[in-house]
């Protein structure tokens, strides 16, 4: 009897030891700080106190052991709905506001159609004024892939709002008189200070572990920009031109270019970019910070125009019946293609939000096509009129930049709101022209002379908005 008893004694004290245990300890799983947050990695499952599974989840899941509004007491999962009444069982199945608004499924995970909580009862649902901490919590990125997640996406669809800088001719075009003040200057007719619209679109296909297939097209930008001088008291001849070096050679100008009522310059311009890329990423020792490199092909497009007119007086025949004029439009076509390499850097700041900037280089080779078109109507002594196209093409290696700087604000799973600057700059660019040489011999009758190539550098910047989509 007195063993009997000694071996009860020590079943009911070993059922207490591991009662006591079960009740008291907590989950023993291993866990990895981030500046700020806990999270749990895969460890051993456990049991509440009503003897409900509740496995350990991996870092950054946004389930059971972090509530979707952290102010709840119960995470409101599908196992234990016995403990969630009322709005806990119509929670919505999906992330992020899309996901709260659509979500479908079996009867605790239906949407509720609601935006802000699908079902889980912000101020909306339960139809009382919504809090501002419930307003700041529905606004906050979606955080269910965790402060490590691979910087991802399938497509991208931004507007852009672009400007570019100026080349070709500087300075003063025309003056009211004989060497006279100024009344009229190229700078008046830039095109690329204001900022113009367009689109950029990009996709990405998965080829092979950690690397990618990329696409992209920016542009649609077009600018357009006209300045004009008009001569005072309106009608009268008193305007000239820097062809003829503002009426001093020869004296008194030509017919056509000098001795005008009006002048007037106007510049248009176009962009277009594409790339075809190759990516490989990479992510640092905690997933915080995380890069990748590319090699590709890139390709711009920049076409720039500039025309230059003048208007006088209809006097230049017998009969006085048609006007003297001149106009020189200049078109010109650059197509940049070429090799590309390089790198971007991204910080993972906090779930759902990141930052990154990238940059690269291509060594480019620049078709230029040019077309020289001019008209006059006072070429020879019988004022006859006429005109002359000339074109030519050129080539030439130069080098090709671009930095990008974005910030990604996730939405939901498949949904993340993007912000991006973007600076691109070539050098050796064409840019449209006013010839002097060519046009003194297209107004005075002798050979014309192959206008020359107006070569400078061109940026292009500005920023983009849009969203990308992850399958």
């Known amino acids: 009897m007195q063993r009997l008893f000694l071996a009860n004694h020590c079943l009911s004290a070993a059922a207490a030891f591991i009662v006591a245990i079960a009740t008291t300890s907590s989950v023993m799983g291993q866990y990895v700080d981030h500046a700020g947050f806990t999270y749990f990695e895969d460890g051993p499952a456990s049991q509440d106190l009503y003897g409900h599974h509740s496995p350990l989840m991996q870092v ?3 389930g059971a052991l ?3 509004f952290p102010n709840r007491d119960q995470a409101c999962e599908p196992v234990g709905l016995e403990g969630c009444e009322g709005e806990c069982g119509h929670r919505g199945g999906g992330s992020g506001l899309l996901g709260r608004l659509f979500a479908s499924g079996n009867s605790y995970n239906r949407g509720s159609g609601c935006l802000f909580c699908g079902g889980e009862g912000c101020g909306v649902c339960m139809n009382r004024l919504i809090t501002l901490p419930e307003l700041f919590e529905a606004l906050r990125p979606y955080r269910g892939a965790g402060l490590s997640a691979m910087r ?7 507007a852009t709002f672009l400007s570019h800088s100026q080349g070709g001719p500087q300075g003063l075009a025309t003056t009211d008189g004989i060497a006279g003040a100024p009344a009229l200057s190229f700078g008046e007719a830039e095109t690329g200070d204001s900022l113009k619209g367009g689109i950029r679109l990009s996709a990405a296909v998965m080829f092979g572990p950690g690397g990618n297939m990329e696409v992209t097209y920016m542009g649609g930008n077009e600018w357009d920009q006209t300045a004009s001088a008009e001569s005072d008291p309106a009608g009268t001849a008193t305007l000239y031109s820097l062809i003829s070096n503002f009426g001093t050679s020869p004296n008194s100008g030509f017919d056509d270019t000098d001795r005008s009522v009006s002048q007037t310059i106007h510049g248009e311009s176009k962009f277009h970019s594409g790339e075809w890329n190759y990516r490989r990423r990479s992510m640092g020792q905690y997933g915080r910070f995380q890069s990748s490199w590319l090699v590709g092909l890139r390709y711009v497009r920049f076409d720039n ?9 209809p006097n230049n025949t017998i009969t006085s019946s048609l006007p003297r004029y001149f106009s020189s439009s200049d078109k010109v076509k650059n197509n940049l293609f070429g090799p590309q390499a390089g790198v971007d850097l991204w910080w993972n700041l906090r779930p759902g939000i990141n930052l990154g900037v990238g940059v690269k280089g291509a060594w480019v080779q620049n078709d230029s096509k040019r077309q020289t078109i ?3 109507n006072s070429l020879s002594g019988f004022a006859t009129p006429g005109s002359v196209i000339l074109e030519e093409t050129r080539r030439k290696g130069t080098v090709l930049g671009e930095i990008e700087a974005t910030a990604i604000y996730r939405i939901s799973h498949s949904w993340s709101a993007k912000a991006s600057y973007h600076l691109l700059a070539a050098d050796d660019v064409v840019f449209g022209n006013v010839d002097v040489p060519a046009a003194r011999d297209f107004v005075s009758g002798s050979t014309i002379r192959e206008p020359s190539f107006a070569r400078d550098s061109l940026v292009v910047q500005g920023a983009t908005l849009g969203a990308e989509y992850m399958w």
Do not use: F, I, K
């Open 374 to 376: 001019m008209t006059g």
């Open 152 to 158: 991802w996406y399938d497509a991208s669809v931004e």
């Open 60 to 62: 950054g899941h946004d």
């Open 66 to 68: 972090r509530p979707l």
């Open 305 to 313: 125009t500039l025309n230059y007119s003048a208007m006088g007086l």
